[in-house]
């Protein structure tokens, strides 16, 4: 009796080890479970270099051959002291002007030489109606907020705002017509900043 | 040798791609309906249709009208009949006349775009378009009545 009570009690301790080695060799098999460890904090993320990087991106972003594109009216600006665009063009549901008083009516593929003339590039516009993302008057800490909302940046995830900082329009902005000034970073340094604001956490300045 | 469509037929030009559309108009093509005003997008006197767009003459290369159909005052309508013509004939719109051309053809864009517009629609439409006569009371007054006779002829 003792000697089958033996026996029992052996099989399932084999049973056991078979079952915890099985488990274990799926472990093995998938990598480590996630459990089994702690996890280490996100390095990449960080308040404080990511806060710094956006005061440079926000330098640019409300420097006029940016903001005046991104005005908080239905009207374009114009200079470097962001006056109201002449002759008033209105902003259109697509942004891209209205009737014969169109953006690309005046604004050719390329810049038009010559002092005071268009400034060009072939998708020349402003944000749509339903997505004016507005620079002009923002401060930092709302355009950071603006910038990485999907609801208010067209939809874009951190991905795609990374990739927005090689948008041919946005580049424009260092293409100047004569006698415009150009931002105040290369276009080099700007996208640096910008992927830094964004890769170490797209944290808002305070308010 | 560039080729260009305008109204509806096509030029053969001996001229640069860089050159001004208005001047391909004007001094190749022999059109001098459209008119150089300011020569810097400033005041909508060359202002021609470039596949339906307002554009101004002036600073568009004619590159960039290649492949596409230009329409001058010339080609707007067969006998001078289109709405916006008549209508400027009705209410006698002009007083030098020069700068009309473009103020006919931006209001033609604005009726096609806006068969019913308001005041200030027309003020949007034709903020760009500077009459130094000042006749801009009676353009206002010739689109409302173009967009009469817009409607009526569609019916």
């Known amino acids: 009796m003792k000697n089958t009570h033996t026996k029992i009690t052996s099989g399932v301790i084999v049973m056991a080890l078979l079952l915890v080695s099985l488990v274990a060799f799926s472990f093995k098999k998938d990598g480590a479970n996630v459990s089994d460890y702690m996890a280490v904090p996100d390095k990449k993320k960080d308040s404080i270099a990511s806060v710094k990087a956006f005061q440079k991106v926000y330098s640019v972003l409300m420097s006029p051959r940016c903001m005046n594109c991104h005005p908080k009216g239905d009207v374009p600006l114009q200079g470097e002291d962001s006056h109201l665009h002449q002759m008033m063009p209105q902003r259109g549901k697509d942004g891209k002007g209205l009737y014969a008083m169109k953006c690309t009516n005046c604004h050719q593929p390329e810049n038009t030489p010559g002092l005071h003339m268009p400034p060009g590039h072939k998708d020349w516009h402003l944000p749509p109606a339903d997505m004016k993302m507005v620079f002009e008057g923002k401060t930092a800490h709302e355009l950071a907020k603006q910038l990485v909302d999907p609801k208010q940046n067209g939809g874009k995830d951190l991905k795609k705002l990374v990739e927005h900082a090689d948008d041919g329009l946005v580049k424009t902005g260092w293409n100047p017509g004569e006698g415009l000034k150009k931002p105040p970073l290369t276009h080099a340094e700007f996208k640096k900043s910008w992927i830094e604001w964004i890769e170490k956490g797209a944290y808002a300045p305070a308010p | ?155």
């Open chain 2, 1 to 155: 040798m560039i080729k260009l469509t305008i109204n509806g037929k096509e030029h053969t030009l001996d001229a640069d791609p860089e050159m001004p559309l208005l001047w391909a108009i004007r001094d190749l093509a022999g059109l001098t309906g459209t008119k150089f005003g300011c020569g810097v997008a400033q005041c909508g006197a060359c202002m021609v249709h470039l596949d339906g767009d307002a554009v101004r003459s002036c600073v568009t290369k004619i590159k960039r009208a290649v492949g596409k159909q230009v329409i001058t005052i010339e080609g707007l309508s067969d006998n001078n009949n289109h709405p916006v013509q008549q209508a400027w004939a009705e209410i006698d719109v002009p007083q030098c006349g020069y700068c009309h051309s473009g103020q006919i053809m931006a209001a033609a864009v604005l009726l096609r775009d806006n068969p019913n517009p308001t005041d200030a629609d027309i003020d949007i439409a034709m903020a760009g378009n500077i009459c130094r006569c000042g006749t801009y009371p009676r353009i206002r007054k010739a689109i409302h009545t173009a967009a009469e006779l817009q409607q009526k002829s569609l019916k």
